[in-house]
């Protein structure tokens, strides 16, 4: 299937991270996310598709709350909201702009895909 629903640069304010000023102090991320949905019989309606406003707030609400230590997690936690809301698969990637690297990067992300089974 190639018809995708996609978002970029989703940035939300989390707390995730190894260590402790990290979950104290929180920090930007940045998501991307494909989403593989059927959409050639939509008959211009909405109720045939996923709406990406909603997913927009959906993915922020789910980056925003409950800490872990890995963005991995907080990828994998992206991928089931997706999944549930009825795409029949997803590409997802979380950017850690601010990860407590020592040596100079432009880019830290994890990226998981993930299909309905």
Same mark, same amino acid.
């Given at each position: ?26 920090? !930007?991320? #940045? ?7 059927? @959409?050639?019989?939509? &008959? /211009? ?5 996923? %709406? ?19 963005? !991995?997690? #907080? ?7 997706? @999944?549930?809301?009825? &795409? /029949? ?5 979380? %950017? ?22």
């Amino acid at each position: 299937m190639t018809d995708e629903i996609r978002l970029r640069g989703l940035r939300a304010y989390g707390h995730h991270g190894v260590f402790e000023h990290e979950r104290q102090k929180g920090q !930007e991320f #940045v998501v991307d996310v494909d989403v593989r949905v059927p @959409l050639g019989n939509l &008959a /211009d309606d909405i109720d045939g598709t996923i %709406h990406y406003g909603m997913l927009a707030q959906a993915i922020v609400d789910a980056v925003e709350r409950d800490p872990v230590d890995l963005i !991995e997690t #907080v990828a994998e936690r992206i991928a089931a909201l997706v @999944l549930v809301a009825g &795409a /029949d698969s997803v590409r997802v990637e979380v %950017h850690k702009p601010s990860a407590p690297i020592t040596v100079p990067f432009d880019d830290v992300s994890v990226v998981i895909e993930r299909f309905r089974s």
